[in-house]
T-cell receptor, first 114, second 113 residues
Framework: DAGVTQSPTHLIKTRGQQVTLRCSPKSGHDTVSWYQQALGQGPQFIFQYYEEEERQRGNFPDRFSGHQYPNYSSELNVNALLLGDSALYLC?????????????FGPGTRLTVL | DQQVKQNSPSLSVQEGRISILNCDYTNSMFDYFLWYKKYPAEGPTFLISISSIKDKNEDGRFTVFLNKSAKHLSLHIVPSQPGDSAVYFCAASEGNYGQNFVFGPGTRLSVLP
């Protein structure tokens, strides 16, 4: 059973460009959350998708947007990249049901903005 | 303003001894707490959790203690093993049904052989 997978592993972009990161949740999971982890910090919540809609959002600008597909996979899009967007982007999935607060994380995508 | 704090960036412990990692939080609405472990080049892995209705939860070598009045929790690892060397994140949420987590900055634990 594959866990949470993310692609690509690494990505280098320049300021002003746009980027799309992809995530496939663990089998049986229907909720996907995205986190940004800057160097030396803990992951910061960006948003969460459930039933193809954004259910919760953290304190991130509108340049960060997402999408969830019917198969529960998800994308994170970042427009007008800034140097400060350089970070590890983590995707996490959760199985459905009450008490389902254990999030399973993927290995992350390392984004470098030059 | 950091809602979840881990004031020790790093900790070194001898193999076989106890490791104690601490976490403080400021949001009194948090009622579910988790510890995650992260190895380099991997995503965080769930370790143990505790609900605010409890003050202790054990799972093998790992025990989490919660002091709600002090808004403090700690993770005890006994006995510590070299494979425990990793970054440990404390996380908190309001509710235990899919709500987003607020993570602390992490503590790097080194267990020396």
């Amino acid at each position: 059973d594959a866990g949470v997978t993310q692609s690509p592993t690494h990505l280098i972009k320049t300021r002003g460009q746009q980027v799309t990161l992809r995530c496939s949740p663990k089998s049986g999971h229907d909720t996907v959350s995205w986190y940004q982890q800057a160097l030396g910090q803990g992951p910061q919540f960006i948003f969460q998708y459930y039933e193809e809609e954004e259910r919760q959002r953290g304190n991130f600008p509108d340049r960060f947007s997402g999408h969830q597909y019917p198969n529960y996979s998800s994308e994170l899009n970042v427009n007008a990249l800034l140097l400060g967007d350089s970070a590890l982007y983590l995707c996490a999935s959760t199985y459905p049901g009450p008490g389902s607060n254990e999030q399973f994380f993927g290995p992350g995508t390392r984004l470098t903005v030059l | 303003d950091q809602q979840v704090k881990q004031n020790s960036p790093s900790l070194s412990v001898q193999e076989g001894r106890i490791s104690i990692l601490n976490c403080d939080y400021t949001n009194s609405m948090f009622d579910y707490f988790l510890w995650y472990k992260k190895y380099p080049a991997e995503g965080p892995t769930f370790l143990i959790s505790i609900s605010s209705i409890k003050d202790k939860n054990e799972d093998g070598r790992f025990t989490v203690f919660l002091n709600k009045s002090a808004k403090h929790l700690s993770l005890h690892i006994v006995p510590s093993q070299p494979g425990d060397s990793a970054v440990y994140f404390c996380a908190a949420s309001e509710g235990n049904y899919g709500q987003n987590f607020v993570f602390g900055p992490g503590t790097r634990l080194s267990v020396l052989p």
